[in-house]
C-alpha cells in the first residue's frame, strides 16, 4: 500500500522474460495460471488497468505522488507504465487494476501468484495463494481505513473467484506500522518477518474461512 498503507515494489517486467519479483517454479506451479479477475462488493469495484489512456495517466500521474512514489518506487514514464501494465495483461504472473468506490477511481492493486513470487521461499506456498499490492492514489482517502477495507473486499472476492485459492499474502515493509495495521484490520494474521531483495517485510496471511 501506499503511505500509510504501502505493500513495497511490485513486480517490473524485464525485457526477456522473469518479473524482477519472479522465481523459477516447476510446471505444477505454474498450472494454477494467473490471478483471477474478481468482483469487489459494492461500494468498491475493480477493472482491469489499461496501458493505454485515462488507465494509463491515472496510475502513472499517482506513482509520482509524495505519499505514493517513496514506497512504491515505481516514479516511471509514462511509456514505462505502459510497458509494464501490458506485459502484467499479456503474462500469467500478476494482474493490474484500477479500483473505484462510488465510480470513483481511487487505487491501483496488484494481484499476484505468490508462490511465484520471491515471497514465497518464507512461507508455506501453495500454487493457489494470491498476493496482493496496493497503492492509495486518492490523498484525500489516506488515514481513512479505505486500505484495509479494498484489501478486505478483494480477500473475499478473490475466494468467491477462485474455489482453489486457499490464501491471500501481503507483504509490506516491516517498518510501515500503518500497513501492519490495515493487514491486521483486514482479518490477515502475521505469521514472520522476512528478508527480501528489496526490503524486509512483514509477512501475513488470510485463509480462506
Known sequence: MSVPESSGSAPAAGAGGLCRREIPVDARVLAAGPPPEPEPAAPYA??????HGADLETVHAWMHLPHVAPFFDQAWSRER??????????????????????GADLAYVELYRAARDVVAPHYDADPHDIGFHIAIGDPGAIGRGVGAEILDAFAAAVFAADPACRRIVMEPDAGNAAACRAARKAGLAFITEADLPHKRAALFVRARE
Open 46 to 51: 475493480a477493472r482491469p488497468a489499461r496501458p
Open 81 to 102: 507504465w505502459a510497458e509494464e501494465i501490458a506485459a502484467q495483461r499479456a503474462g500469467t504472473f500478476s494482474r493490474p487494476f484500477i479500483v473505484s468506490r462510488d
